[in-house]
C-alpha cells in the first residue's frame, strides 16, 4: 500500500512529540462540535465521482438506510483501501449506504478513478466542506442511522465488518468506558464484549492531541521522576520539546524506547524486577533534542538502578533471513515507508472468552512462529528491525536484498475462540519467498550490569 495520506496523517497525529502547537485539524479549524444523536449535516461536494445507485444524490439518501461516511482527503495514493471499500460495498450492498469523500485535484483523481473503479458513493470535496461541517479534526468514520441522526464517529480509516453488523443489529453503543484498571478486569470485560457482540464507538469525533496536555507537572530539572506505573494497561509515549513521559514501562522497555533498540538487543540482570512497570517523566529547563533527552533519561536510569552499560558483540541465537528464488514485491518508487505494525494474534476478546488467561506481568517475548501478520514498506533491514520487535531474539538480514520493498505478510481469517496459529515461518516463505533459520551471529547487545549502591 502507498499509504502517502496514512503517512501524512500519523506525522500530523504525532504532531505534540515535534513542536509545541495547538493542531488546526486536517480538514481545516474546528467550528461545529457534533455528538451521536445529532441530525447529520448535508453531503457537500463539488463532483460526485460516482453514485452508488445511478441517480443523482439527494440529500434526503441519509435517510434510506444505514449510512457509512469515510473521509479520506488522498484516495489516489491508496489502492489497496480502495480494493478493501469495494468488498465491503458488495458484501453489505442493500443494507449498508457506502459514502466516500475525497479532496483530491480532479486532474489528479478522474484519471485514477478510470483505471482505480469505485463502489458506493463517492464525491470529491476539495475544500473539505464537509470535514468541516461534521466538526472532524482527523479522517473518521460517520456512522448515520436511517433516521438521519448520527449514531457515532469510529476513528479508523474503514468500517469494520463487525462494526457494521453490529450497527446493523442495534448492538453499537456510544457509552463512556473507563479503561480497566486490573488485568482481571480487562478479561472481564473483554469475555463481556466477546459475548454480547456490542461495539463501542465514540460519541465525538477524534481528537487530534493537543500540545503539552500530557506534560507532567514536575518543576523543570536533568532529575528523571520514575514512580510506580499509574495505569500499567493504559499507558503511553508523550513527549515535547522540554518533556518526555514514558508512563506504563518496565525498564526493559524503556531501555529500548529510549536507546532506539529493540528489547532483544538489550541484556538485564536476572536480578532486576522487570515485571514492575512505572512511569518515566523528564521535564527540562529549556527544549532540547530527543537525542539528548535519550541520553540523559538512561543515565538517570542508570544512576537511580545502580546500573551501568556497555555495547558488547556477543554470540547469540538469532533469526537468520535469507532470500529464496521468490523475491518480494518492488516498492514504488514514490511509495514512503509505513509500518502496518506486527501482530501476535495469541490475546484477543476470543481467547479470552474461550477461558484462557493473559497476564502482562509474565509477558515475555515471542517466537517467530507466533506472529500473525506483519507489513512495511522499506528495506530488508527495516523489515527485521520491525519483526524482532516483540520476538525473543534478534533477526539477522542476510538476504542480500537491495533498495525499498513490500513485505506483507498475511494470517488466516481468525476463528472466534480458537487458538492463534503457529505457521508464520511458512507463510513468510510462501507468501515472499524469505526463508528463517535458527542460528547463532555475532550481535551487538548494550550490556547492563549492576553496581554496588
Not at 349 to 372: L, T, Y
Not at 383 to 405: A, I, Q, S, W, Y
Request: negative net charge; proline residues 8%; hydrophobic residues 40%.
Amino acid at each position: 500500500m502507498k499509504a502517502r495520506f496514512l503517512a501524512i496523517f500519523l506525522s500530523i497525529a504525532a504532531a505534540e512529540s515535534r513542536a509545541q502547537f495547538e493542531p488546526p485539524g486536517l480538514f481545516g479549524p474546528v467550528t461545529v462540535h457534533l455528538k451521536a444523536g445529532d441530525f447529520a449535516p448535508d453531503i457537500r461536494f463539488d463532483k460526485m465521482l460516482h453514485s452508488g445507485n445511478g441517480v443523482p444524490w439527494n440529500q434526503g439518501n441519509l435517510s434510506a438506510h444505514l449510512s457509512a461516511l469515510v473521509f479520506l482527503p488522498d484516495t489516489h495514493d491508496n489502492p489497496d483501501l480502495v480494493t478493501k471499500w469495494n468488498a465491503l460495498v458488495d458484501k453489505f450492498a442493500g443494507q449498508v449506504q457506502f459514502v466516500w469523500i475525497t479532496a483530491e485535484k480532479e486532474s489528479v483523481i478522474l484519471p485514477w478513478l478510470a483505471q482505480h473503479p469505485m463502489s458506493g458513493w463517492v464525491f470529491n470535496d476539495p475544500m473539505n466542506e464537509t470535514g468541516k461541517a461534521y466538526g472532524l479534526e482527523e479522517p473518521a468514520i460517520v456512522f448515520v442511522g436511517a433516521d438521519h441522526r448520527i449514531l457515532g464517529f469510529d476513528g479508523s480509516i474503514l468500517p469494520s465488518e463487525e462494526a457494521l453488523n453490529a450497527a446493523l443489529a442495534g448492538r453499537i453503543t456510544t457509552a463512556e468506558i473507563k479503561p480497566p484498571a486490573t488485568v482481571a478486569e480487562a478479561l472481564a470485560r473483554a469475555k463481556a464484549i466477546s459475548g454480547s457482540g456490542v461495539v463501542h464507538i465514540g460519541a465525538e469525533p477524534p481528537r487530534m492531541p493537543r500540545a503539552g496536555e500530557h506534560k507532567p507537572d514536575f518543576a523543570p530539572s536533568l532529575t528523571l521522576h520514575v514512580s510506580p506505573a499509574k495505569d500499567q494497561l493504559n499507558g503511553g509515549d508523550y513527549s515535547g520539546d522540554d518533556y518526555w513521559s514514558l508512563h506504563g514501562f518496565n525498564l526493559k522497555s524503556v531501555l529500548s524506547q529510549i536507546a532506539g533498540l529493540t528489547p532483544s538487543r538489550i541484556e538485564l540482570p536476572a536480578a532486576l524486577d522487570l515485571r514492575t512497570h512505572y512511569d518515566f517523566d523528564l521535564v527540562l529547563p529549556a527544549p532540547e533534542d530527543k537525542e539528548y533527552m535519550s541520553t540523559l533519561i538512561q543515565q538517570e536510569v542508570e544512576r537511580q538502578f545502580h546500573l551501568t552499560s556497555t555495547h558488547e558483540n556477543r554470540r547469540r541465537d538469532v533469526y537468520v533471513l535469507t532470500a529464496g528464488e521468490k523475491k518480494p514485491p518492488a516498492a514504488a518508487e514514490d511509495s514512503p515507508g509505513i509500518g502496518f505494525s506486527s501482530s501476535v494474534g495469541y490475546f484477543s476478546s476470543e481467547w479470552a472468552a474461550a477461558g484462557h488467561d493473559f497476564d502482562p506481568g509474565d509477558f515475555k517475548p515471542i517466537g517467530i512462529g507466533d506472529v500473525s501478520e506483519i507489513g512495511i514498506i522499506g528495506t530488508a533491514d527495516e523489515f527485521c528491525k520491525m519483526l524482532e520487535m516483540e520476538l525473543d531474539r534478534p533477526v539477522v538480514n542476510e538476504t542480500g536484498l537491495t533498495g525499498n520493498f513490500k513485505f506483507e505478510v498475511k494470517g488466516p481469517e481468525p476463528r472466534p475462540g480458537a487458538p492463534p496459529p503457529h505457521d508464520f515461518v511458512q507463510r513468510l516463505r510462501d507468501q515472499l519467498g524469505l526463508i528463517v533459520t535458527e542460528e547463532q551471529r555475532n550481535v551487538d547487545t548494550l550490556v547492563f550490569t549492576l553496581t554496588k549502591p
